[in-house]
């Protein structure tokens, strides 16, 4: 079986000021974002990784860093970065919880159709790429244990790929650098844990 602890970045600056933080807005960790990764890494010391990918966007890569070394060989890989929220990247989320409201539950919680008005990606999309991904690990570390370094979204869509939830509205995004544990075999997928 393959295992994948899987971490959200960080705090980022973004994160900080409250702005909507997708593939174009890509700002680094806060001191506090570093302090977390920190935490995440200490957490997970006793692990030895076959391999490390990462978002290449630089609240993640900077989050792998720290967890893994800076010496180690992280791989960046496109189909984890986050989910992209099209012409809302980079608005504050309060004015977007305001103005689009139909799209938001009342823990401000994405609703599915977003992107028929903000023209970013489908749910589906993103988890085409992560099934892409997790079969592609599968079949080169059958038996690795890998550290997945990526964002709140698109980590809860892991989530659901894995659990058909359906309705994301039940589920929050993991807390930056959150720890969700995911162990893959040809035919199963199973959750573990989720945003420790």
Do not use: C
Request: no cysteine.
């Amino acid at each position: 079986m393959t295992i994948l602890y899987v971490v959200r970045h960080g705090q980022s600056v973004a994160n900080s000021k409250g702005i909507m933080q997708g593939t174009k807005i890509d700002t680094p960790l806060t001191p506090l974002g570093r302090q977390q990764a920190q935490a995440t890494k200490e957490h997970l010391s006793g692990i030895s990784y076959d391999h490390v990918v990462a978002s290449p966007l630089l609240r993640a890569h900077e989050t792998a860093q720290i967890i893994a070394g800076n010496d180690a060989n992280i791989h960046l890989d496109d189909r984890l970065k986050e989910y992209d929220y099209g012409d809302w990247d980079g608005e504050l989320e309060a004015t977007l919880w305001d103005k689009y409201q139909q799209y938001f539950d009342e823990h401000h919680n994405l609703l599915a159709g977003s992107w028929e008005v903000s023209h970013g990606d489908t749910y589906d999309q993103v988890k085409d790429r992560l099934v892409s991904l997790f079969d592609e690990l599968v079949a080169t570390y059958p038996d690795g244990k890998i550290l997945v370094v990526s964002h709140g979204f698109t980590i809860k869509l892991m989530a659901d790929l894995v659990l058909k939830i359906g309705n994301l509205t039940g589920l929050s995004e993991p807390s930056n650098a959150g720890l969700t544990k995911l162990v893959l075999t040809p035919s199963t997928k199973t959750l573990e844990f989720y945003g420790r």
